[in-house]
């Protein structure tokens, strides 16, 4: 039963033009929402999250936004750079748990 | 200066074996890890310990055992390999309550 899901398992995207990666999840508990990106053959590398009282959360080219209604959260990334290919995952946790739950991830191919 | 490090990063090993990875962090950071990704991709906890001490334990079968002498080193000894097992398994890092994880660059472990 996976909690985080993350539909699209690939994009590709011009670069220069806008990248948006899409997340869905179930569990209502969840509070705080993250994305993270990894390259091949390192770890993941935190990007950017969003807790669930806000909609929005903006740092340089990145962008999430947080749908709690539809239980949903997106990453844009304005413009896109070639250095932007990477695999994204999104990750959600609720309280204090400590325990982050990862979606399966999706492959972002920006082309110069 | 490496903030993570996992040893190995490539493990091969036959069914029945016993091996340990090792995790070491330099960041001062008092809650560790281990994540498994699976052959879908999706990044699973296993274990979390917070000062030396197991705070999450989800369910993994009793053949993994996590130790951490100190609250730098968290390490992962996996009794009677199966093929089941093979998978990228990642360290990570933390300071207490906060999900802006630092991952290691992961182990594949693959058992013929």
């Known amino acids: 039963d996976q909690q985080v899901k993350q539909n699209s398992p690939s994009l590709s995207v011009q670069e220069g033009r806008i990248s948006i990666l899409n997340c869905d999840y179930t569990?209502?508990?969840?509070?705080?929402f993250l994305w993270y990106k990894k390259y091949p053959a390192e770890g993941p590398t935190f990007l950017i999250s969003i807790s669930s009282i806000k909609d929005k959360n903006e740092d340089g080219r990145f962008t999430v936004f947080l749908n709690k209604s539809a239980k949903h959260l997106s990453l844009h990334i304005v413009p896109s750079q070639p250095g932007d290919s990477a695999v994204y995952f999104c990750a959600a946790a609720s309280g204090n748990t400590g325990k982050l739950i990862f979606g399966q991830g999706t492959t972002l191919q920006v082309k110069p | 200066d490496t903030a993570v490090s996992q040893t190995p990063k490539y493990l091969v090993t036959q069914m029945g074996n016993d091996k340990s990875i090792k995790c070491e962090q330099n960041l001062g950071h008092d809650t560790m890890y281990w994540y498994k990704q699976d052959s879908k991709k999706f990044l699973k906890i296993m274990f979390s310990y917070n000062n030396k001490e197991l705070i999450i334990n989800e369910t993994v079968p009793n053949r993994f055992s996590p130790k951490s002498p100190d609250k730098a080193h968290l390490n992962l000894h996996i009794n009677s390999l199966e093929l089941g097992d093979s998978a990228v398994y990642f360290c990570?890092?933390?300071?207490?309550?906060?999900?802006?994880?630092?991952f290691g660059s992961g182990t594949r472990l693959t058992v013929v």
């Open positions: 569990n209502s508990m969840f509070d705080y």
């Open positions: 990570a890092s933390s300071a207490t309550g906060y999900y802006g994880y630092t």
